[in-house]
């Protein structure tokens, strides 16, 4: 079941008139604020392993796997590197999961 959510009166009469003259609806234009949010979290994160993935000039699951068979051998800069590159890796599965559900989202 769809929620309706009505927030006209705490929309001020200056965006509720540009809303109306620019033939957007209050949800249409949330979705696309949403969507655009979403796609600047899966930029960012996708820079952020770029970065990585061009100091260390290999792919995360490469660079995860050189250091699983490090023994007796502690790299701190690596294992910092590792961890940021696996956050940043499950965050651009998490927002592109997200754009995709933003993306199917009915409005009318």
């Known amino acids: ?3 309706q ?3 006209s009166h705490k929309i001020s009469p ?3 008139q540009a809303f109306r003259e ?3 609806s209050y949800e249409l234009l949330l979705k696309n604020y949403a969507l655009d949010f979403a796609i600047a979290k899966c930029q960012k994160y996708e820079a952020e392993a770029a970065l990585l ?3 260390y000039h290999c792919s995360f699951s490469e660079f995860k796997s050189r250091i699983e068979r490090m023994e007796n051998e502690e790299n701190f800069e ?3 590197d590792l961890m940021d590159w696996e ?3 499950e965050n651009i599965k998490y927002w592109k999961d ?3 559900d933003l993306q199917n989202v009915s409005t009318g």
Do not use: C, P, Y
Request: aromatic share 8%.
């Open 1 to 3: 079941m769809k929620e």
């Open 5 to 7: 959510v009505n927030v």
């Open 14 to 16: 200056v965006l509720s």
């Open 22 to 24: 620019m033939g957007q």
């Open 53 to 55: 993935e061009n100091k």
């Open 78 to 80: 690596w294992e910092d």
């Open 87 to 89: 956050f940043a890796t």
């Open 98 to 100: 997200k754009i995709r």
